[in-house]
């Protein structure tokens, strides 16, 4: 690889890292003060070179453990949520002490995915992130564990990083874990070989991606399946160890390079196909596949066949063909309980029967996103 690529690194005029809880914590699963100070000083400096950061934290639900008592991550969901209501305390009052050093200032930021996938909320995430960027304060973004259900799940907060990467429409991604690379085997193992670089999934054919964090809930193939969200979209992904953090900001020949594709779809439509969860089906004729995965169409009612699920207009919900496959997602316009009265009618036919309101698509072209192509 040439020095020229990893070059978007070292020269990124605003980059998103993202820190595990496994490259924050002790051996006991602890908030580790030196090694949030070793990320701090590393940050502090590209800082003061220039570069604006956003930093995408994990650590809430480790950082509460201490002040519960709790010997391990719980496994349970509202034992989860109450380390990490206590924790995300304990996190932000951490780096607010680590950069105070600089002369930093830190600002708390907390997403749910209804926040990027609702037009509302999405806008003023992004207004929120950009203007704490241009008042010159870190934002240190979280998943907010404390009122999340299937949001706090295996990887959350890599997929969170690769979408806020776009969000801000950052200039590169820096994926920070404990192990320095990506590799074709267990690194654990004799013999196995670091991946310089991933031009694309042809260089991870036969590779070996599994384990999850000592801490987090992550694991190597969320960060691989994030660095595929930023790439898809067109932005550089460096993935390595903490420890590497200093050589990575600079360019150096460390960690996984992901290089860029160069396609810029929407933060929404990104957050739709990798975040977010379908509240309920939509079954659709074969003309209506045809129609909005082929031609890219907007979905009417006369081409679903039938509903499934309770949902609320806004909510995501799974495009299905006639062989019961999910082919598409979108954020519907109706409730579940309106659907079945406009099954297989016309829009025309509808307003004429129903009101005006009613002469309109069940999802917009805009709104949904081709999650399968052969169908």
């Known amino acids: 690889m040439t020095g020229s690529e990893r070059e978007r690194i070292r020269t990124a005029a605003r980059i998103v890292v993202k820190v595990g809880s496994s490259s924050l914590t002790t051996p006991q699963g ?6 949030v ?12 070179a220039g570069t604006q950061i956003v930093l995408v934290s994990s650590g809430a639900i480790a950082a509460g453990l201490g002040p519960l008592g709790l010997p391990a991550r719980p496994r349970d969901l509202a034992t989860q949520q109450a380390a990490a209501s206590v924790g995300q305390g304990v996190l932000i009052a951490r780096y607010t002490s680590s950069f105070a050093r600089y002369g930093l200032r830190v600002g708390q930021v907390l997403l749910t995915a209804d926040d990027m996938m609702r037009r509302s909320h999405h806008r003023n995430a992004q207004r ?5 960027l241009d008042l010159d304060i870190m934002p240190v973004v979280n998943e ?10 295996f990887g959350d907060n890599d997929r969170l990083a690769a979408l806020v990467t776009h969000l801000v429409h950052a200039d590169a991604l820096l994926l920070l874990s404990d192990v320095d690379a990506l590799y074709d085997g267990d690194p654990r193992r004799p013999g196995a070989r670091r991946l310089a670089d991933v031009r694309g999934p042809q260089d991870l054919v036969g590779v070996e991606v599994g384990g999850s964090g000592r801490v987090g809930t992550g694991g ?5 399946q ?5 790439t898809g979209a067109g932005v550089p992904v460096l993935l390595t160890g903490a420890a590497h953090a200093a050589q990575a900001l600079l360019g150096a020949d460390v960690g996984t390079y992901f290089h860029p594709d160069g396609r810029h779809p929407g933060i929404r439509l990104l957050w739709l196909a990798h975040a977010a969860t379908g509240r309920g089906r939509l079954h659709l004729d074969r003309g209506a596949v045809e129609a909005v995965v082929g031609r890219r169409k907007s979905l009417l009612p006369a081409g679903v ?8 207009a806004g909510d995501p919900v799974d495009l299905c063909g006639p062989l019961g496959r999910v082919v598409a997602r979108g954020l519907v316009n109706f409730d579940a309980v309106e659907i079945p009265e406009l099954l297989g009618r016309s829009t025309r036919e509808l307003a004429t029967s129903l009101g005006p309101e009613y002469e309109r698509e069940l999802i917009h072209r805009d709104d949904i996103v081709i999650l399968e192509t052969t169908h």
């Open 220 to 224: 190597m193939v969320t960060k691989v």
């Open 144 to 153: 907010n564990d404390t009122v999340a259900t299937d949001e706090i799940r």
């Open 305 to 312: 066949t039938a509903v499934e699920g309770e949902f609320a």
């Open 226 to 230: 994030a660095a595929k969200i930023a």
């Open 30 to 35: 602890m908030i580790d003060v030196d090694r």
């Open 128 to 132: 929120t992130l950009n203007r704490l």
């Open 37 to 48: 100070d070793a990320l701090a000083d590393v940050l502090a400096k590209r800082r003061a």
